[in-house]
């Protein structure tokens, strides 16, 4: 079982920045995925980004740009640079890990992040 310890939320003015950090409990077998999810208040937990542990990235389309998403220098590690936030990016971000038959294995506990206009 991997445990996921996500980190960096908080509250922020519109156009502030945050970053977020999720480290996995495995630190010996490299996950092959680890991504981002966001939920917000009344809506459905939506895809925000993901890396491989070959480095291939991918972002859903309306965040490009101002999200950007890397692997961490520690083994299983990701990180979620967040600039120029909106008020709408406020939502609850969750880290996953380990894709298998295109779902994530492994949730974390979430991390709010408050953008007030």
């Known amino acids: 079982q991997v445990q996921l310890v996500e980190s960096g939320g908080g509250s922020v003015q519109a156009g502030g920045s945050l970053r977020l950090y999720c480290a996995a409990s495995?630190?010996?077998?490299?996950?092959?995925?680890m991504a981002w999810y966001r939920q917000a208040p009344g809506k459905q937990r939506e895809f925000v980004a993901s890396?491989?542990?070959?480095?291939?990235?991918n972002y859903v389309d309306s965040l490009k740009g101002r999200f950007t998403v890397t692997r961490g220098n520690v083994k299983n590690t990701v990180l979620l640079q967040m600039n120029s936030l909106k008020p709408e990016d406020t939502a609850v971000y969750y880290c996953?890990?380990?894709?298998?038959?295109?779902?994530?294995?492994?949730w974390g506990q979430g991390t709010q992040v408050t953008v007030s206009s």
């Open positions: 996953a890990a380990d894709l298998r038959n295109h779902q994530y294995k492994y």
């Open positions: 495995e630190r010996v077998l490299s996950i092959n995925s």
């Open positions: 890396v491989t542990s070959d480095g291939d990235i």
